[in-house]
């Protein structure tokens, strides 16, 4: 049976300042969800929340970009945004761009990150919502995911796995895409995706069966909205087992924290923390930023779970060194490189400083 996973959330509103998700506007989206799987426009639903943003993971046989499962979702947000009003909470309805609907959600400030496959005997399913940080967090995890041995020893002894994988990476400044072919591609793959402020993983699939094995949201929703709106607090689905990652290999890389962009005013590299759901509330200097994991098992499309999958003590370790690696960088104040380079806040207050100073720049002699 062909099944097709929507993930699409958006920032429609912070409790407290942007540190946490109202608890009555998951209720609001969950009620309103309901009656789309009454009606059989979707076969299941779960709705959930990283920090500040509200998630919708839904499960329907309509394929990816379909406009009627886009409007329910833009729906469930402008619902959940008068609700957001009333509470007055902060930012609310932040990430909606738009005024009205128009066919597809994708550009108009919502995360979108969706699959259409065959759902397999057993289908296990790991959805990565992250907060506080932008699309690029997951090349490297994906790249360790899908093209590392060092951490997916299924590379070297899974058969189903040693033919390798390629990755669609997009330009998210230029939008132009690429494919690249792992492992005999691996060196000039990278020097992209070292990159991740502009060049982000969008999808891998099976080089011999060409399946879909992960899929992420690579808005940038300070390039959708010409100035500084917030960071794009991506999600990404990872299809797990068999001919994809083992589910272990699939969280291994989140173990050994990294430095990502976004934290504080979305302007800084801090590091990104796993945590369970209900540790995704980042209120130090508004962060550090996080990552959540939930696990599913899908049965004709029902979403079976969710489990929590760094709400593991496994996970403790990593969270004791991002904590460390969040005092060190908080040292450094507003310099480099905890501060993000000048390019890439081009969109926050610091043009017009640098207008307002520009005629009392003189030539050096
Ligand atoms: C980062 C983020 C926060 C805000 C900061 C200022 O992604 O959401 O760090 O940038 O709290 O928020 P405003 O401008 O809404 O007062
Ligand atoms: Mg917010
Ligand atoms: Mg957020």
Redesign the pocket.
């Known amino acids: 049976m062909r099944v097709t996973i929507s993930v699409i959330k958006a ?1 429609i ?2 409790y407290v ?2 540190s946490e998700s109202h608890p009555d506007i998951i209720s609001c989206a969950r009620d309103y969800l309901v009656d789309a799987k009454k009606t059989k426009l979707l076969i299941d639903y779960y709705v959930t929340k990283c ?3 509200l998630q919708l993971i839904m499960t329907h046989q309509r394929g990816e970009e379909d406009e009627k499962i886009h409007r329910l979702a833009w729906d469930t947000f402008v619902e959940g945004t008068k609700l957001a009003k009333k509470l007055k909470l ?2 609310a309805g ?1 990430d909606l761009l738009a005024d009205s609907f128009s066919g597809n959600i994708k550009g108009m400030g919502p995360g979108v990150a969706e699959m259409e496959f065959e759902e397999r005997e057993a289908e296990t399913i790991l959805i990565f919502m992250a907060d506080k940080t932008s699309a690029g967090s997951w090349n490297m995890p994906l790249y360790k995911m899908f093209a590392d041995p060092f951490n997916t020893i299924g590379l070297v002894i899974a058969p189903n796995m040693h033919a390798g994988y390629s990755f669609e990476v997009h330009d998210v400044k230029e939008h132009k895409k690429i494919l690249f072919h792992a492992p005999d591609e691996l060196y000039d793959m990278l020097v992209f995706l070292g990159a991740p402020s502009r060049y982000v993983v969008k999808a891998i699939y099976h080089r011999e069966t060409k399946n879909i094995g992960a899929v992420s949201s690579t808005q940038k929703l300070s390039l959708i909205a010409g100035k500084y709106v ?1 960071k794009d607090d991506p999600v990404c689905i990872v299809r797990c087992q068999g001919e994809f990652p083992a589910v272990g290999e699939a969280l291994e890389p989140f173990a050994s924290p990294i430095l990502v962009e976004g934290w504080m005013r979305g302007s800084h590299m801090g590091p990104l923390m796993p945590v369970s759901v209900a540790d995704s509330t980042p209120s130090r200097f508004d962060g550090p930023p996080r990552v959540v994991a939930l696990g599913f098992q899908l049965a004709e499309g029902r979403l079976v779970g969710p489990r929590d999958m760094f709400d593991d003590k496994a996970f403790n370790l990593a969270r004791h060194q991002a904590n460390e690696m969040a005092d060190l960088m908080r040292r450094h104040g507003p310099f480099e490189p905890h501060r993000l380079p000048l390019d890439e806040m081009e969109y926050t207050t610091l043009p017009g400083v640098m207008k307002k100073l520009s005629k009392r720049f003189e030539p050096l002699e």
């Open positions: 920032d509103g912070g300042g942007h920090g500040d943003d902060h930012g932040q917030g």
